[in-house]
C-alpha cells in the first residue's frame, strides 16, 4: 500500500522509531461507506511494519479517502475517489500464527523485538493467539467483491 501510494500519488513513507507490531483497534471514518457496511464500531487489524504514511499527508490529495484509522496503529484503509483503488496498511489476511512466527523467527535471529501488541493472551508468547480480525477481515473482503468488483463489472466485458 505504501509503495502504490507513493507511486500513484507521490506521499511519503515515514520510519518509525520502532515496528510497528500486533493486532489493533480501528474504526471507520465513514459509516456511510459501502466497503465498511457490516463492521462493528470497533475492529480489529494485525500490523507489522517499520514505516507509514500520514494521515495529514493524505489529507492534503483530493483524490483519496482515509476509510478508516486506529490510533495505535495510524491509517488503515484508504481509497480513491471513485473506489477503484484501495490500499491496506494492515494485515487482515494474516492467520492466527503468522505474528507469532515472524515473531519467534526474529527472536531466532537475536534481533532486539518487543512482543506483538494485544496478541498474546497475557504477555505470553506460550498461550496461543486468538483472532480477533477474522470477521472484519472477511466483511471487508465481501463488500470490495461485492460492492466494487461484481456491481460494477458490466455484464457484457466488451463495454469496459
Given amino acids: 500500500a505504501q509503495a502504490a501510494l507513493y507511486y500513484h500519488y507521490g506521499l511519503k513513507k515515514y ?9 489493533f483497534e480501528h474504526r471507520s471514518l465513514d459509516n456511510l ?6 463492521l462493528d464500531d470497533v475492529f480489529y487489524v494485525p500490523h507489522s511494519r ?5 494521515m495529514r499527508d493524505i489529507a492534503l ?6 476509510i478508516s484509522y486506529s490510533p495505535q496503529a495510524g491509517v488503515h484503509l484508504v481509497s480513491d475517489m471513485e473506489c477503484r483503488n484501495f490500499y491496506s496498511t494492515g494485515h487482515s489476511e494474516y492467520d492466527r500464527d503468522t505474528l507469532a512466527k515472524e515473531y519467534f523467527r526474529d527472536v531466532g535471529k537475536g534481533f ?3 512482543l506483538p501488541e494485544n496478541y498474546f493472551p497475557d504477555n505470553d508468547p506460550q498461550k496461543t493467539p486468538e483472532v480477533r480480525w477474522r ?16 456491481q460494477r463489472t458490466p455484464y457484457d466485458l466488451s463495454t469496459l
Fill in 50 to 54: 517499520h514505516t507509514e504514511v500520514r
Fill in 135 to 150: 470477521s472484519a477481515a472477511n466483511i471487508i473482503f465481501s463488500n470490495w467483491l461485492n460492492y466494487f468488483v461484481y
Fill in 15 to 23: 520510519q518509525l522509531d520502532e515496528k510497528k507490531f500486533g493486532v
Fill in 112 to 114: 532486539e523485538i518487543k
Fill in 61 to 66: 490529495i483530493k483524490d483519496l479517502q482515509i
Fill in 33 to 38: 461507506h459501502p466497503l465498511m457496511r457490516g
